[in-house]
């Protein structure tokens, strides 16, 4: 998850008034950046950064480990760059992760549980003068009750704008992304869930084919995770063993969040019994940006490669080898038929010519 990344996401509610009023919708822009957001018309432009105080200088975001019960005081700074006063809201969410991979956060009124809930924005809004910077002091206070572990989302300003053209409001939204780590035991986790593999063989009997290995990562414990990956597909007692090679690590995976991963291992014989095997190395990331691989998670699972062409042809030398026998068999039982038959007519003929002649 990149503070500077720009993460987009567009929202529309329908508001129905009478038969004759337009659809009005809102659309909103999100970004975590330290760069500015522009309106459409170009007149709006603002940055937003953190402070410079005890807790450092040109910080990318916000980072706290706190205790329970606990409380950090901190603030951003909004700089206006357009030629007009700006009014903006600001407030904090709750972040997740999107199917990009990026982070993204919890719209106002969505249901925040953690920074959402806890980070309490000055008065929840700032007027900022043209060219002009303004301070917008933030409080973090953790509950005595709040679960040990790490929690992530941003503190936002907001510009809600009409759009008359296209009959829409446009609701662009600024913010810093703010991790935080609630002292106590810490149990970074991550779970692989319903693993299975699926084999796509060849026409070519004697050719190898693909498999496709396919799990969910689940983040189980209570830590931000993210993790390497090793796949590999084996036939029976480990034998033809193949790798899938480099896999791209997911994204970080916030606590309790899970994601979808389709692996594709190539030049996999069709052994008729596969064993797929997932292997997963945690990686945690501390306050200072370290990176520390933990216990690897494994599972394997099983699946069949069932080569339909081998068998085909096997079935096919098979019956060409049984009716040449059963051919064969027949033409000796045949010969031996022959013969037995002249055997026969030969000693009925020497019968015949030792019988005396009685007139």
């Given amino acids: 998850m990149q503070s500077s990344a720009t993460l987009q996401k567009t929202s529309v509610a329908a508001l129905f008034r009478t038969a004759a009023l337009a659809l009005t919708a ?12 522009l309106a459409a018309d170009g007149d709006v432009a603002w940055t937003v950064r953190t402070a410079s105080n005890s807790y450092g200088a040109d910080r990318s975001s916000f980072s706290y480990a706190v205790n329970p019960g606990g409380a950090v005081d901190d603030a951003m ?20 992760t999107t199917d990009t991979g990026q982070l993204d956060l919890l719209a106002k009124d969505g249901k925040s549980v953690g920074i959402g809930a806890w980070v309490k924005a000055g008065g929840g809004s700032v007027h900022v003068e043209p060219g002009k910077t303004a301070e917008v002091p933030f409080k973090v206070t953790v509950p005595d009750n709040a679960t040990p572990g790490d929690y992530v989302g941003g503190i936002l300003t907001s510009l809600t704008q009409p759009d008359q053209a296209a009959g829409i409001n446009v609701d662009r939204r600024l ?10 035991e810490l149990k970074p986790n991550l779970a692989i869930e319903d693993l299975h593999v699926d084999y796509d ?9 693909d498999a496709t290995v396919t799990y969910t990562i689940h983040n189980s414990g209570n830590a931000v995770l993210s993790a390497q990956q090793a796949v590999s597909v084996s036939g029976p007692f480990g ?31 069709p052994a008729l019994r596969l064993a797929a095997t997932v292997t ?41 080898v049984v009716g040449a026998f059963l051919l ?32």
Avoid: C, M
């Fill in 175 to 184: 913010g810093i992304r703010i991790k935080l780590r609630v002292g106590g």
């Fill in 201 to 209: 063989g060849t026409s070519n009997p004697f050719a190898k084919g």
């Fill in 26 to 37: 809102v659309f909103a822009v999100v970004g975590l950046a330290a760069g500015p957001a």
């Fill in 280 to 320: 997963l190395t945690p990686l945690l990331t501390d306050a200072s940006g370290s990176t520390t691989p933990l216990e690897p998670v494994e599972a394997t699972t099983h699946g069949w490669a069932t080569p339909w062409q081998l068998l085909l042809l096997v079935v096919v030398l098979l019956a060409v």
């Fill in 328 to 359: 064969a068999r027949r033409n000796r039982v045949r010969r031996k038929q022959r013969e037995d038959g002249r055997v026969r007519d030969a000693v009925a003929q020497a019968l015949r010519d030792k019988t005396p002649d009685v007139r």
């Fill in 239 to 269: 034998w033809l063993r193949v790798g899938a090679g480099e896999i791209k690590s997911p994204p970080e995976l916030l606590p309790g969040e899970s994601r979808e991963v389709s692996v594709p291992v190539h030049g996999v014989a």
């Fill in 77 to 96: 700074v909004v700089a206006n760059h357009g030629p007009v006063a700006l009014d903006l809201t600001v407030y904090a969410a709750d972040g997740f």
